[in-house]
């Protein structure tokens, strides 16, 4: 009982001295951070939103109607992109079936454009974001002598807080071993104190032994990132940097901003970006292999008025997704970077406390399992990043430079680059798509282990199930406009027109279609497996007996991994099955399946739905 006594008295003194020291100490440090990496970031923000909404009203206006003043031109901003797609969608094919394919073309140029200033919010967020990064990259935010004095401040009264639990604990053993002592005990004198004696030089060093850590990091990754350095000077020439702060002047959001009108800022960014490093590599691969700028060239009202307006929605789609998906990568760099600083700051701070536990093995703090965590954010993660973002700069840079093995073989892969990405190349295509898929590889090796890990897993399964959303919309465009069950075949064409056929294999399988027109059917002796497969393949069950395998527990739980809703399941039982599975599916009490909601996406409430038929 007096053990138990004296670590929770530990513990609530540790709660209460951390909350007075943190609540002081955070807004100090965060005041603290790299100001000229972040003056880039600020400069190219505030410029940016200032104006945004001139560039929107400029480029709406050269693609509206020429009567401005007609109610079609609104002069509020656009609806969301989620009610203004349906919409398009069922004008656009009155249009196309009354044969008027000119105003079908000028209606999709219209829903275009006013999709855009969502594309163009993500690009206005995405450059300080980059810059950002590479200011988070860099370590010398723990290093400079501002942080270390706050840091410093902090840590020395965490350090006289051990000294006092030092006393404590002297004074518990000594009377522990007056009253209740014993020689193979945890808490015996001598060895008591041999703990107490290694733990007061430890607090003392602890400091040291994190900042060596700290420094041990920047010498490797200052290393590492020298490589990127000299490939560059090795390979190019100062014009790389030049040509990159040209592209982003050419930008309609910046051309007229210091970056591009001030001579002295525009050098400084040129340098910024010919040093080749962690803090201009994020920069660097976004700007020259991840193509951000192209969202800047997609002008509506330039479309060739023989396009297919199908393809041009399914295209812009796509369009869009990909540059969400590069904005969510660096995002979620962004937010492992940001919890990265604030546990070294903190883990600095507590230092003493995580030796303290580390050595006194009467205390049970529960603070060394910390220990390895410091490692993994100051020394591990940061050398993972440099090996992988300098590897990717070569790889990627020398992809880019290499001359194309694609075109003078297959021009259709080039045909896909055009459509896509407004690329030159089908390996430039692969570049660009290598340049995101690189930085989700790096966060999530950076990020393993780590408390990021759980949100980096949250929204990459956001960012995927968007991905689903707007790949299964921008297949089935065809399904909206004019009509038809399935447009797949023309939409491949319009890819590959060398291609006259699409297997059934390769359509949609959410296709309203569905499926495969000559499916195979159910048989009685077929095992549950074997039913939800042929289901998903478009066979329906004729008899009563089969659909009462379904009615089961293991029946509901088959369905799992099934793209068919509840509803469509539904409709493929015989009509006397009909209303008995529906009943399964949403009972009167207890949980209730979304009929209009395939099951692979309710997963969970399938497993419930299950367990409840047992019971």
């Known amino acids: 009982m007096l053990k138990n006594f004296f670590k929770n008295f530990v513990k609530s003194t540790l709660v209460i001295f951390l909350a007075l020291i943190l609540s002081n100490f955070l807004p100090a440090v965060i005041q603290s951070q790299q100001a000229e990496d972040f003056n880039h970031a600020q400069q190219i923000f505030d410029s940016q939103f200032s104006l945004i909404q001139t560039s929107y009203a400029t480029n709406h206006t050269t693609t509206t109607p020429p009567a401005p003043t007609t109610p079609p031109a609104p002069t509020t901003p656009p609806a969301p992109a989620a009610s203004i797609l349906p919409q398009g969608f069922e004008q656009i094919s009155q249009q196309l079936r009354s044969g008027n394919y000119t105003k079908a073309i000028e209606l999709t140029q219209k829903k275009i454009m006013e999709l855009l200033p969502f594309a163009q919010f993500l690009k206005t967020l995405s450059y300080p974001l980059f810059i950002v990064i590479g200011a988070l990259l860099d370590n010398q935010i723990f290093t400079s002598p501002v942080m270390r004095d706050v840091l410093g401040n902090v840590w020395s009264q965490v350090r006289n807080l051990c000294y006092y639990i030092l006393v404590i604990y002297f004074v518990f053993i000594a009377i522990y071993n007056v009253f209740a002592g014993s020689s ?98 994020p920069l660097n691969i976004a700007i020259r292999f991840g193509k951000v700028l192209d969202v800047d060239k997609i002008n509506p009202s330039t479309i060739d008025k023989s396009s297919d307006p199908i393809t041009l929605v399914a295209v812009f789609l796509v369009k869009i997704f990909i540059f969400i998906l590069q904005f969510f990568a660096y995002l979620m760099l962004a937010y492992y970077l940001v919890i990265r600083i604030l546990y070294i700051w903190v883990y600095i701070a507590l230092s003493p406390i995580i030796v303290l536990d580390k050595v006194m093995s009467g205390l049970s703090l529960d603070a060394s399992e910390h220990f390895q965590k410091f490692f993994d954010y100051a020394l591990i993660g940061p050398i993972k990043g440099a090996v992988g973002f300098t590897l990717s700069y070569m790889i990627l840079d020398s992809i880019s430079r290499t001359p194309s093995v694609y075109s003078n073989t297959n021009r259709i892969l080039d045909t896909v680059a055009l459509s896509i990405g407004s690329l030159d190349s089908f390996q430039a295509l692969l570049v660009y798509f290598a340049s995101i898929a690189v930085i989700y590889e790096i966060t999530l090796n950076m990020a393993d282990g780590t408390a990021a890990a759980g949100a980096f897993s949250w929204l990459r399964g956001k960012v995927q199930g968007t991905g689903k959303f707007v790949g299964s919309l921008a297949a089935n465009t065809g399904v909206f406009i004019g009509g038809n069950k399935t447009n797949a075949k023309q939409f491949a064409g319009k890819f590959f027109p060398d291609q006259n056929t699409l297997s059934n294999s390769s359509q949609d399988r959410r296709d309203p279609g569905g499926g495969n027109r000559n499916p195979e059917p159910i048989k009685s002796g077929d095992d549950l497996s074997t039913i939800v497969r042929k289901l998903n393949q478009g066979a329906s069950i004729t008899t009563p007996a089969i659909a009462n395998q379904l009615m089961t527990a293991a029946g509901v739980r088959a369905l799992m991994s099934s793209s068919l809703t509840p509803n469509q399941v539904i409709a493929k039982v015989p009509t006397a099955n009909q209303t008995a599975l529906k009943g399964i599916y949403r009972p009167s009490t207890g949980h209730k399946l979304d009929l209009t909601k395939p099951f692979e996406d309710q997963k969970e409430v399938v497993k419930k739905v299950a367990s409840q038929i047992n019971t």
């Open 184 to 281: 193979d005990s945890q808490y015996s004198l001598k060895k008591g104190l041999q703990e107490i004696a290694i733990a007061f030089v430890l607090i003392n060093f602890s400091w040291y032994g994190a900042t060596l850590v700290l420094d041990v990091s920047n010498v490797a990754i200052n290393i590492t990132y020298s490589w990127a350095t000299q490939y560059q000077n090795t390979t190019r020439s100062e014009v790389s940097s030049v040509d990159n702060v040209a592209d982003m002047c050419n930008l309609s959001q910046l051309k007229n901003t210091q970056l591009c009108k001030d001579d002295g800022y525009r050098q400084e960014f040129q340098s910024f970006l010919q040093k080749v490093d962690q803090r201009s590599i």
